[in-house]
């Protein structure tokens, strides 16, 4: 049985690799703040077509983001419960460091 104490919060590194990325996080930047179709992500970050939909699909596939169909476009739009939860992960790492007395961190080196 792992205590609360000793039991190991981490942040999904792959999600994290992927909002690590200057234009993928610009983007989900931008659709926090509306649902916006390639053509409009395109003319808001100056990427390429083809780049922006590769990292598009990076972020679909990770879930970040959902797509809406509409007529010859794509609409993309955010999903806020991916990153509220990647937020809480890391929220939950700074309260266990903000808990945790320095003599408990210290662990005596081999």
Do not use: W
């Amino acid at each position: 049985m792992t205590s609360a104490k000793t039991e190991l919060i981490t942040p999904d590194a792959d999600l994290v690799r992927v909002l690590a990325d200057p234009l993928r996080l610009r983007i989900v930047t931008l659709l926090a703040h509306e649902t916006l179709c390639t053509t409009h992500l395109v003319a808001e970050t100056g990427a390429r077509q083809t780049n922006l939909s590769n990292h598009l699909r990076v972020l679909r596939e990770a879930g970040v983001v959902e797509t809406e169909p509409c007529g010859r476009f794509t609409y993309y739009r955010l999903r806020p419960d991916v990153l509220t939860a990647i937020a809480g992960a890391f929220t939950a790492l700074a309260e266990t460091a903000r808990t945790t007395t320095a003599t408990d961190r210290k662990r005596p080196c081999p």
